[in-house]
Nanobody, 117 residues
Framework: QVQLVESGGGLVQAGGSLRLSCTVSGLIFSNNAIGWYRRAPGKQRESVARIFSGGATDYADSVKGRFTISRDNAKNAVYLQMNSLKPDDTAVYYC???????????WGQGTQVTVSS
């Protein structure tokens, strides 16, 4: 059974930092790209950052220079370091796996990030 479990969300003041973790089980972690997505109230879900099995990364323009995604294949975990947080970053953050060859995807349950002004 594949599971993705996010943690690390919470309430932080604008300008602060949070580190989200996504722990994955039930699949061959190194064969999967892992992405962070978010859904703000009243908005569609959007991609925040992705890290591919080879280590390449990409980021949404809105978070470039502030967020950093990384992965630890030994721990089956992906992290999202979020610095200089803004109220507009308030959302539920989800991680998603995408298998390299099959494209099969799995989602976590999400973690709430709230940035106060």
């Amino acid at each position: 059974q594949v599971q993705l479990v996010e943690s690390g969300g919470g309430l932080v003041q604008a300008g602060g930092s949070l580190r989200l973790s996504c722990t994955v089980s039930g699949l061959i972690f190194s064969n999967n790209a892992i992405g962070w997505y978010r859904r703000a109230p009243g908005k569609q879900r959007e991609s925040v950052a992705r890290i591919f099995s080879g280590g390449a990364t990409d980021y949404a323009d809105s978070v470039k220079g502030r967020f950093t995604i990384s992965r630890d294949n030994a721990k089956n975990a992906v992290y999202l370091q979020m610095n200089s947080l803004k109220p507009d970053d308030t959302a539920v953050y989800y991680c998603k796996s995408a298998e390299r060859w099959s494209g099969r995807e799995y989602w976590g349950q999400g973690t709430q990030v709230t940035v106060s002004s």
